[in-house]
């Protein structure tokens, strides 16, 4: 069990259940407690409910491994029913590790800023929360700088077409911790080939090139 402060979630220290050590769709590991191996970068995208942006990002070549989680609170080790609660904060993430040899930066900006809708605040069509937000936590200067020019290019677009100003979250991840998510979460729709996929996409593409 959490613990509790006025009915308000706390956290708790350890992670209150078991994960699979490896990444059932590209046979990878899941967690890297010694950080990535050497030539790889890590990213972390929030588009909505994770299950469909997972899906997604484990598709793209050059991709080495992808998993669910919470990031963005203010509690430790939270769990989804705590999440979905919208006292802790976090925001349901994916956290995507690539070999930026292989699939640059950009290409993996694409997918996330043509796969949702990152003009809706809180909510990605029909899920409603904070928990749901549009949101990019970078591990580099060279990943946050793309991230904020994309977003503005991006941004520039939907204006031209009358919709509102993006608004994704991006920030370093230093300080916000990835919390994994239930082993059920993880590569859901692998398990699941017909459950739930929210893709809000604005049907705009993420302007190329000089």
């Given at each position: 069990m959490g613990f509790f402060s006025s009915g308000v979630p706390v956290g708790r220290p350890k992670r209150p259940f078991a994960l699979n050590d490896r990444n059932i769709v590209l046979g990878t590991p899941l967690e890297f407690p010694d950080g990535v191996p050497s030539g790889l970068e890590v990213i972390y995208f929030g588009m909505g409910?994770?299950?469909g942006g997972e899906e997604l990002f484990w598709q793209l070549p050059g991709v080495y491994s992808t998993a669910v989680g919470y990031q963005g609170g203010t509690i430790p080790n939270?769990?989804?029913?705590?999440?979905?609660g919208g006292a802790t904060g976090h925001a349901e993430i994916v956290q995507v590790v690539y070999d930026p040899s292989q699939v640059p930066l950009i290409e993996l900006l694409a997918?996330?800023?043509e796969n949702h809708d990152p003009t809706q605040g809180d909510r990605q069509g029909n899920d409603i929360g904070s928990q749901y937000r549009s949101a990019i936590y970078c591990t580099t200067p060279e990943q946050e700088a793309l991230a904020r020019s994309t977003a503005e290019a991006f941004g520039?677009?939907?204006?031209?077409?009358?919709?509102?100003p993006v608004t994704t979250e991006i920030r370093s991840a230093a300080g916000l911790p990835f919390y994994y998510a239930e082993d059920h979460h993880q590569q859901y729709l692998a398990k699941v080939p017909n459950g739930y996929r929210c893709h809000s996409s604005t049907g705009i593409t993420l302007p190329r090139g000089p």
């Open positions: 409910c994770f299950w939270p769990t989804y029913e705590e999440v979905c997918a996330f800023w520039n677009v939907l204006g031209e077409r009358g919709l509102g």
